[in-house]
């Protein structure tokens, strides 16, 4: 008994437990915790309604300074210097920025040079940091965990309770850590890392718990990298994930535009480096896998856990839900997908529209031609994204290609706009979800890295990259 | 939000798993800047073909099935963050979505919404599918005081979890926005005594 307490008095904290508990305002007796949030991000499609309740229950938002605001879900990415034709949209990108505007919300509305996809931009300027707890009417909100802050989605509600008072009533998650050990492969991005580990974990593996991912594979990544990774811990069922900041992280941050600056800066990495997880923390679940295990990944199914590598074959599986699965996506138990004849690819994305998505997708690119029968959209994450690929001349490779580079926003990944997929035909996408009708109805989406898209443009048909590559 | 105590209903089956919210509200109904409204095209490509027409195999569009319970497959609402996949369901007027499984924030984003996930073993969820498709008029009981739903006239009955919490919220119809508006003092004092 003794010996017990005197074990868990030693034990250490993680990252996660770290963050959390320096933003603990107050505890209910057997009720949830009040967390202070450091950061609101906002966008037109959930916000409306959670400014409406305020404006009816006419509560003020409290600190109008912690939140910015960007329109992207929305957005057409043609001519974004026209008014915008659909209706609804227009009406909801109107919305949001009459409602910035009220309430002193800082906007970085379409066409702006900070503009861009939520997840995108914030980390780009410098608003995302260290040991920050951050919030956003967005499940992909993990992706901000890549600097070591705690981020996640919420509802529409919560949204409402934090521009209210700037906190929100939660229960402490559970912690779970993933840990890959070795050296990639040739070929293998950290999209694959990713949709290996959730094809091995499955789409609920993660509900309930926050997550960690650690050793030498994501240490040795880029933080472009590390958001691919964490934006998609929500398809595991987490609702976040976390990468320990380390010199990579501070790198990344320094001189960015909202960034401390100078002595402050300096302050902020002293106490940055104290965040990562301790030796002796315990965890409530821990996988490990091995990186050299990892090969280019794609999905066959309609979620994100339905992965295989691209050179294995899909599993056969007496079950209701697979079954109904493969029947939508026309796909059969046992085969390949290697030679699927393919028409659509999509590279973009909060998963994987950075400028280095678009440096690899151009070094496979350079010198080739797309397949007659692929539209393939290239979609960046922002303004700034945008502006990097002309500026580094990768602009000229697409043309020259045959990509066609759209302006900033979601596109395809939900198709709320006019990017859609067409009926019955499949894309191959840099994007996180592959819902039935998720890039427009009847659509049927293969989840793949940016090298694998490019490889499937040029091709017109999916196939093993690593033997292009040398 | 309104008060819920106990519910008696018959019940929906929809013995499908992993319905993710991009199926209960698709994303091209999302345009609306109100909260109503959007039980009209809940599971909408469910409940319609492509031609627009009603899809008569799927379980909403059968009047043998109705109520205010939905009985749904393991795993509900993953995927997107969207609460109007609650208001679609509230909407459409449902107030008890039974599940062996559901997604952190679907689950946050009923309560919020006064719809109440009762989360249930496989096995008792695999027999009350069965009883439901079975027999449509079988009454279900959810009581939340006392933590239970039950099937009427037998001794089918299990009981769910739910924080403590949320269901004094629930049962009295308070919102999280009215408890964090009586703590504004101690978040400005926590505000003014940041360490990090
Ligand atoms: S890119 Fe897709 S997943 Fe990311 S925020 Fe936009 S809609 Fe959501």
Redesign the pocket.
Known sequence: MFINKLNQLKMGQTLFDKVWDAHVVDTIKNGPQILYIDKHLIHEVTSPQAFNELENRNIPVFRPQQIVATA??NTPTQNQHLPVKDELSRKQLKQLSENCKKNNITLYELGHKYNG???VMAPELGITQPGMTIVCG?S?TSTHGAFGSIAFGIGTSQVAQVFASQCLLLTKPKSLRVTVNGTLKKGVLPKDVILYIISKLGTNAGTGYFCEYAGDVFENMSMEGRMTVCNMSIEMGARGGMIAPDQTTFDYVKGKKFAPKGEAFEKKVKYWKTLPTEANATFDKEYTFEASDIEPMVTYGTNPGMGIKVTENIPTLKDASFEKSLKYMNFKQGESLINKPINFVFIG??TNSRIEDFRVAASFIKGKKKANNVTAWLVPGSKQVETQIIEEGLKTIFDDAGFELRQPG?SA??AMNDDKIPQGEYCVST??RNFEGRQGQGSRTILASPLVAAATAVEGKIVDVTKQLN | MEKFKTLQSTAIPLAIENIDTDQIIPARFLKATDRKGFGDNVFRDWRFNKDETTNSSFVLNNPKYNGQILVAGDNFGCGSSREHAAWALSDYGLKVIVSSFFADIFKGNALNNGLLPVQVSKDFLKVLLDIVTKNPKTQLTVDLEKQSISVKGTSFKESFEIDTYKKTCLINGYDDIDYLLSKKETIKAFEAKKTY
């Open positions: 992207d879900h996809i939520v997840h967005d992909h994305s909060c979601c990944c939900l994007s996180n």
